[in-house]
């Protein structure tokens, strides 16, 4: 049986993800630009802010143990721009 020359295409969805996984997280910027530029965290909760991070870090294990990329970029990239918001959060606080 002759093996076939055409290279098995990368479904579109499996392209996009990773941009999804990558835009999706950058979000947060608003949040971030906000709390650093006018050096307040006035109306911006502590405790919803760690608890993203503890449920992510959730989700980023989930991702890591069944080996699912995206989510691994995903989840990493979330977990640093939240990080971001809790520290400015208590900086200016």
């Known amino acids: 049986m002759a093996k076939s020359k055409h290279k098995k295409q990368t479904p579109f969805i499996d392209k996009i993800i990773y941009v999804a996984a990558i835009a999706y997280p950058l979000t947060t910027i608003p949040q971030i630009v906000t709390i650093f530029v006018d050096q307040s965290s006035a109306n911006v909760s502590l405790a919803t802010w760690v608890l993203y991070d503890i449920f992510t870090i959730v989700f980023l294990w989930y991702a890591i143990s069944k080996k699912i990329k995206p989510l691994v970029l995903e989840y ?3 977990i640093v721009a939240q990080t971001i918001v809790v520290i ?6």
């Open 76 to 78: 990493s990239l979330w």
């Open 88 to 93: 400015g959060i208590l900086i200016y606080r």
